[in-house]
């Protein structure tokens, strides 16, 4: 103590001066705790940003009438596979018309519709619509090619978002660009869908040769440098546009599509002019010969004695 106060002393501070400076400087602590709880304050205060909401609630209703094959039946899984929006039912009636479809959309809160129609376990038919005011489309499906079954290389993950590459022919005729706009919103998922996943690692591309729509599916590869096929396959011509949904007014009309009985009936015709001409064929080889038979040798001594 005697030291301190000798301290005190040379220096000419007191006790009193530490005691408040002592004082100041837990006066300064406790101002900035209250500067930093008021920033706490104001933080928690702040509008949090609300999680992102599943706005456009589209929904794309996938199933098919009785009578389809199998190998109609994969092209309709791989597709609601492909798309997370998609909900499916129970198989329709043969006996049952196609405008049943808009009740059966409408109870499965369903806005757009993909239809799978088998005729003669031959021909397969698929249908597009926007339900229920339209408009729809009708395809004839040629070329089926599974995912199974064709085993390519190519994968994407499940309920990934995909892009939409379209030909660039589909803005040049109107009829085309109707049905680009119903791809669009058929085939895109829906932004923040609960059976989505943030991730894009495929291409769905919509091609048009020799009048008709070719579907293909790609993995993106190297940061979108190279493309991989996944599958499925299938090939579209378009038959009819109506304005309304499963039927109504005429919008356009394939000039150029044959029936499928159309052409296998001009398939057996050309089948049969051939089988005709192989006829034909045998039948003056036969003429021939039995000509040649008929025909009494020529004798060289038949004109000896002619004077």
Same mark, same amino acid.
């Given at each position: ?13 007191? %006790? ?92 499965? =809160? ?44 190519? =994968? ?8 939409? %590459? ?70 579209? /011509? ?28 001009? /398939?057996?015709?050309?089948? %049969? ?10 039948? %003056? ?23």
């Amino acid at each position: 103590e005697d030291m301190e106060l000798h301290v005190d002393a040379a220096t000419g501070q007191s %006790s009193a001066s530490k005691s408040r400076k002592r004082k100041r400087g837990t006066g300064r602590a406790t101002e900035e705790e209250q500067t930093t709880r008021q920033e706490e304050a104001a933080v928690d205060e702040a509008p949090k940003k609300k999680p992102k909401k599943w706005k456009n609630k589209q929904r794309v209703l996938v199933f098919c009438a009785r009578g389809i094959t199998y190998r109609s039946r994969h092209l309709m899984n791989d597709l609601r596979t492909l798309l997370p929006h998609s909900r499916a039912d129970n198989k329709l009636d043969r006996k049952d018309k196609l405008p049943v479809i808009n009740e059966v959309c409408e109870m499965k =809160n369903c806005t757009k519709c993909i239809f799978f129609e088998m005729r003669k376990k031959k021909d397969l038919f698929m249908w597009f619509s926007q339900v229920p005011e339209g408009p729809s489309a009708k395809f004839l499906v040629e070329n089926v090619h599974t995912m199974d079954e064709l085993k390519l290389t190519g =994968n994407c993950l499940v309920g990934s978002r995909p892009l939409l %590459s379209f030909d660039p022919g589909f803005g040049d005729v109107p009829h085309l660009a109707l049905v680009k706009e119903l791809f669009t919103q058929i085939f895109s998922t829906p932004y923040y869908h609960p059976k989505s996943k943030p991730f894009i690692d495929h291409i769905f591309h919509f091609g048009i040769v020799d009048d008709r729509v070719w579907f293909r599916n790609y993995q993106i590869v190297d940061d979108g440098t190279s493309l991989t096929e996944i599958g499925p396959r299938f090939v579209l /011509q378009l038959i009819k546009v109506f304005e309304g949904s499963f039927g109504g007014p005429t919008l356009y009309e394939n000039p150029h599509y044959i029936t499928p009985n159309a052409h296998r009936r001009m /398939q057996k015709l050309e089948a %049969s002019y051939k089988y005709k001409k192989r006829v034909d064929a045998r039948r %003056s080889l036969v003429e021939r010969k039995a000509e040649e038979d008929r025909a009494l040798p020529v004798d060289p001594l038949d004109d000896l004695f002619d004077v």
